[in-house]
């Protein structure tokens, strides 16, 4: 069988959804003097970093990028952060991540982060999938798909052009 991709968003596509995530991750907190992204490794982490430049062209907020370790397979085993928990305590803090699937890695990384006071918890993904097996939700999101669970969303963030894919 064929596998055909079928482009989702375009370079120029993505980077609008990343602009206006970041004016709404803004107005979220337009009365914080910082906020934290914590992006899950990989492509969570690249699409926090991008989040981080526009806000940083579009607000005073000093943003402190996070990056966040975690076994995708055994979601449950030890989480990481570039940041201690005193870094990001009592601070508004947005947790990224490129796709919302199943929302296994989303959930076990907010559960990570209940274990420090918040001032305001919020989440953020590129693409929602809508086949959720936790009651996770995605507060900041660039499109909403409806796919089949066979299908595959693939990002690519890195270099020049990215784009999104479904397989």
Request: with cysteine; proline share 2%.
């Amino acid at each position: 069988m064929e596998v055909k991709n079928n482009i989702i968003l375009n370079h120029d596509e993505i980077n609008h959804k990343i602009r206006r995530i970041a004016f709404q991750i803004y107005e979220a907190n337009v009365n914080e003097k910082e906020v934290v992204l914590a992006g899950i490794d990989s492509n969570g982490y690249i699409f926090a970093k991008k989040l981080k430049s526009v806000l940083q062209k579009i607000s005073d907020i000093d943003v402190i990028l996070c990056k966040v370790t975690i076994d995708k397979k055994n979601p449950w085993l030890d989480i990481k952060t570039s940041l201690s928990p005193d870094d990001y305590k009592n601070k508004s803090l947005v947790l990224v991540d490129d796709v919302l699937n199943s929302g296994t890695t989303l959930i076990y990384g907010v559960k990570h982060f209940l274990n420090v006071p918040l001032k305001q918890f919020k989440t953020a993904v590129l693409v929602n999938r809508n086949h959720k097996k936790y009651p996770v939700k995605a507060d900041f999101k660039g499109i909403s798909l409806s796919t089949s669970l066979h299908e595959h969303v693939h990002i690519n963030l890195d270099g020049k052009s990215f784009e999104a894919f479904l397989e």
